[in-house]
């Protein structure tokens, strides 16, 4: 059974910086398609980043363009996200979602009904 940790979590002031990791077990590593999506309260989960299956194309939702960085590496089965300049609206629960299979479609990896696993979610907060 495929499981996902997050870790990496925490408080920084705006500006800062932070990195998030996603251990995956319980399946084949490199088959999968990784996102990363947050939660702040009361609102619906969000795309944030998402990586192909062999980290050859990556895609960020505007809000997080060139602050984010999403990365994968397959010997170790972590993904990472790396987060600069953040912001106070970046706050939220941060979440890592694997999707089985071989298709990089935006419209299909940037919903979070697409994703087949989660892991529990790590919170991240920015303060002004």
């Known amino acids: 059974q495929v499981q996902l940790v997050e870790s990496g979590g925490g408080s920084v002031q705006a500006g800062g910086s932070l990195k998030l990791s996603c251990t995956f077990s319980?399946?084949?590593?490199?088959?999968?398609?990784f996102g990363w999506f947050r939660q702040a309260p009361g609102k619906e989960r969000e795309f944030v980043a998402g990586i192909r299956w062999d980290g050859r194309n990556t895609n960020y939702a505007d809000s997080v363009k060139d602050r984010f960085t999403i990365s994968r590496d397959n010997a170790k089965k972590t993904v990472n996200l790396q987060m600069n300049s953040l912001k106070p609206e970046d706050t939220a629960v941060y979440y890592c979602g694997a999707l089985s299979g071989f298709t990089w479609v935006r419209t299909v990896y940037t919903r979070p009904d697409s994703y087949n696993t989660w892991g529990q979610g790590t919170q991240v907060t920015v303060s002004s």
């Open positions: 319980g399946g084949f590593f490199s088959n999968y398609i």
